[in-house]
């Protein structure tokens, strides 16, 4: 569904914030070499900025593909429903591509997330220290720093592999529905719904967020709430810390909004009413 500038973009992302994340690594293992705490004191701030640069370069870019996503699908005749579809094609310069409030959006959305993003792996590498620091070898002896250090670097790619696949795979998705929702916004979509992926990896909070319908000015979920569902025998809970106004709902996330015509909604209900 995603086209291929999203996609190619998204392995450019990830390529690129493994490379940070993984020299963030490396510069933990060279301060325990050298006999210090793994985190210099300006982490949060200086590698949170290496990734707020990287990603609100990209972001924006896959923004302007979901727009013109949401563009191509108001203007799907199969989709779009009905004549009243006509009265929301005010389109402008196709170029035009609202890039202004993408940029605020994706600023908005980055500026929430990411100290988190660098509060995550930084919790890693500290842990994985003082795992280290505790150890005792057989005979009591404790690990050197620079037998410290090589635990840091070992676990570093696989750990940098997975978060990079993960932040790229949702912030892209974050940008798409960004851009989508923008588009809407200025094509006088009132109603937004959401859709999943619709194949086997929509999980169980996903699954149940299909076809919930908001307006447009509103939000699926506020910050800090935590959406609870019944999955089998077992009641989940997924704690929404940013809030959600368009997907993704959680990491790996791959659900999409499309653009609801208000009308339609009315015309159900009275066919509804003449059934009764
Ligand atoms: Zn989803």
């Excluded at 579809?85 to 202004?100: A, C, H, I, Q, T």
């Excluded at 929509?202 to 959406?227: H, L, Y």
């Amino acid at each position: 569904m995603r086209p291929k500038i999203a996609r190619r973009l998204m392995g450019q992302m990830r390529r690129d914030l493994n490379k940070t994340f993984l020299a963030h690594f490396t510069e933990a293992a060279e301060r325990i070499r050298a006999g210090l705490p793994p985190l210099p004191m300006d982490y949060d701030t200086r590698w949170t900025r290496d990734y707020v640069r990287q990603q609100k370069e990209k972001m924006p870019k896959i923004g302007i593909a979901g727009s013109k996503w949401a563009l191509a699908e108001l203007e799907e005749p199969t989709k779009a429903i009905g004549e009243t579809v006509d009265s929301l094609l005010v389109v402008g310069d196709p170029e035009d591509f609202l890039v202004d409030p993408i940029n605020i959006k994706v600023d908005a959305w980055l500026e929430k997330v990411a100290s988190d993003v660098t509060k995550r792996n930084a919790a890693q590498i500290q842990k994985v220290h003082d795992e280290a620091v505790a150890y005792r070898g057989p005979n009591g002896e404790a690990l050197t720093p620079s037998q410290i250090a090589r635990k840091i670097e070992k676990i570093a790619p696989e750990f940098t592999r997975h978060r990079a696949r993960m932040i790229a795979f949702t912030d892209t998705n974050q940008a798409f529905n960004v851009g989508a929702r923008v588009r809407y916004a200025d094509l006088n979509v009132t109603v937004l719904e959401w859709m999943t992926s619709e194949d086997d990896a929509v999980c169980p909070f996903c699954q149940a967020m299909d076809g919930v319908k908001i307006r447009i000015e509103d939000s699926f979920w506020p910050e800090g709430a935590t959406m609870t569902i019944q999955d089998g025998d077992v009641e989940r809970r997924l704690n929404i810390k940013h809030g959600c106004e368009n997907p993704p709902l959680h990491p790996f996330c791959g659900c999409v909004i499309l653009p609801v015509i208000e009308t339609l909604s009315v015309a159900v209900t009275q066919d509804d009413s003449t059934e009764i």
